[in-house]
């Protein structure tokens, strides 16, 4: 199992930018495809992006494509969500979660979870 720490929400103002990281431990980091996932109030979790193992696959969800830019750094034990353009329907608890295989797929499949950090998005 992975233990995951994510770190960098905060409280931002629309139109503005974050970083979220996560650090990774306790398991060969580069054997997982990593995602980021995000649940707003009074909603389920769910899915925002994706990148294999190696770093050269991603995926997101249409609603931050183009926003949103997964990356990660297999040497830190690194996976980061860059988050431009920030709207309020981006409020949200993000979720760093590590996949049980290196390779993405049509349903991601988290094998461990962070703890998650706070977006806020005020208009």
């Known amino acids: 199992q992975v233990h995951l720490v994510e770190s960098g929400g905060g409280l931002v103002q629309a139109g503005g930018s974050l970083r979220l990281s996560c650090a990774a431990s306790?398991?060969?980091?580069?054997?997982?495809?990593m995602g980021w996932f995000r649940q707003a109030p009074g909603k389920e979790r769910e899915f925002v992006a994706s990148?294999?193992?190696?770093?050269?696959?991603?995926d997101y969800i249409d609603s931050v494509r183009g926003r949103f830019t997964i990356s990660r750094d297999n040497a830190k034990n690194m996976v980061y969500l860059q988050i431009d353009s920030l709207k309020p329907e981006d409020t949200a608890i993000y979720y760093c979660?590590?996949?049980?295989?290196?390779?993405?797929?049509?349903?991601?499949?988290?094998?461990?979870w962070g703890q998650g950090t706070q977006v806020t998005v005020s208009s």
């Open positions: 979660a590590a996949d049980t295989g290196p390779y993405l797929r049509p349903r991601f499949v988290a094998g461990s």
């Open positions: 306790g398991r060969t980091f580069s054997e997982f495809a």
């Open positions: 990148i294999d193992w190696s770093g050269g696959k991603t």
